[in-house]
């Protein structure tokens, strides 16, 4: 069973950047799609980027695109997000999810079977 744990999470100034990190248990990472969503206290959780399996494919929600990039290191199993020129806004509880039943992204929750724990970023302003 996959596994996603996440890191790089902290508070940062307006303009600031951070990367967040998830690294995934198990021997089949490079054959699912991996996401990024996140939520806000008050609001529903919503979705950020996400990748294939093969790494190509990026999608972006439009109020990221720009200034965030999700890559991912199959070899490490681990997908990252960087976020460049942070905004107030930007702040939340960052979560990764595995869409492990397909190699092809989506902008969907209901697609990701895997979720990790969540890592809170904090932009100050």
């Known amino acids: 069973q996959v596994q996603l744990v996440e890191s790089g999470g902290g508070l940062v100034q307006a303009g600031g950047s951070l990367r967040l990190s998830c690294t995934a248990s198990?021997?089949?990472?490079?054959?699912?799609?991996m996401g990024w969503f996140r939520q806000a206290p008050g609001k529903e959780r919503e979705f950020v980027a996400a990748?294939?399996?093969?790494?190509?494919?990026?999608n972006y929600a439009d109020a990221v695109k720009g200034r965030f990039i999700i890559s991912r290191d199959n070899v490490k199993n681990t997908v990252y997000l960087q976020m460049n020129s942070l905004k107030p806004e930007n702040t939340a509880v960052y979560y990764c999810?595995?869409?492990?039943?397909?190699?092809?992204?989506?902008?969907?929750?209901?697609?990701?079977?895997?979720w990790g724990q969540g890592t809170q970023v904090t932009v100050s302003s």
């Open positions: 999810a595995a869409h492990t039943t397909s190699p092809y992204p989506s902008d969907l929750a209901i697609d990701y079977d895997r």
């Open positions: 198990g021997r089949t990472f490079g054959t699912y799609a």
């Open positions: 990748i294939s399996g093969a790494g190509r494919s990026p």
